[in-house]
């Protein structure tokens, strides 16, 4: 995958998700997804639309993980076929149509529907926006919300970035 299908593909994303989020919510988004390139296309529409991609922990079950998702506002969850029955199993108070499994032909429908993607000419996302929610294990207690913001990713990803090169 290439910068350019990494957009377009984000762009996408971004479209559906403005098609379907509440403006009078905050703008999260729950993610319960394997390591895939889906991962990276809601970060990358999360960012496009100064949203937050909530990362939903799958080793929560039942009550623990309705808690987090209703405890962190999400008004959309994008999952998969594999982890989908861990969000039906959870009492949570996201409807099921606005849980989205990366595997269905719904999904691949709204997105079509979405159209070419997201216009990126609106207001850029801020240093201070807030980009990810990232749960702590909860070793001790119910597990915190670590707060990332966009220009903390930009920073650790220009870190990594730079600590690549400089090992070549």
């Known amino acids: ?15 559906l998700w403005e098609s ?8 999260h988004i729950g993610i319960l997804e394997d390591n895939t390139a889906e991962y990276l296309f809601w970060l990358g529409a999360a960012a ?16 623990e993980l309705g808690r987090l998702v209703d405890h ?8 998969n076929e594999r982890l989908h029955a861990l969000i039906d199993q959870a009492p949570h108070g996201v409807a099921a149509d606005r849980t989205l499994d990366v595997n269905s032909a719904d999904y691949l429908e ?19 926006d807030l980009f ?8 001790t207690n119910f597990p915190k919300a670590v707060r990332c913001t966009q220009g903390r990713f ?3 990803g ?3 970035a730079g600590s690549r090169t400089r090992r070549r």
Request: proline share 4%; net charge negative.
């Open 132 to 139: 990810l929610l990232i749960f702590t294990s909860g070793s």
């Open 72 to 79: 962190t506002d999400c008004q959309l969850i994008v999952t």
């Open 48 to 63: 496009l639309t100064r949203s937050v991609l909530v990362g939903i922990n799958s080793t929560y079950r039942g009550a």
């Open 110 to 128: 709204r997105l079509a529907a979405a159209g070419a993607g997201h216009d990126i000419g609106g207001e850029l996302a801020q240093e201070d």
């Open 158 to 160: 220009t870190h990594v």
């Open 154 to 156: 930009a920073r650790t």
């Open 20 to 27: 379907l989020r509440d403006p009078s919510s905050p703008p």
């Open 1 to 15: 995958m290439d910068l350019s299908e990494l957009l377009a593909e984000s762009r996408r994303r971004a479209a």
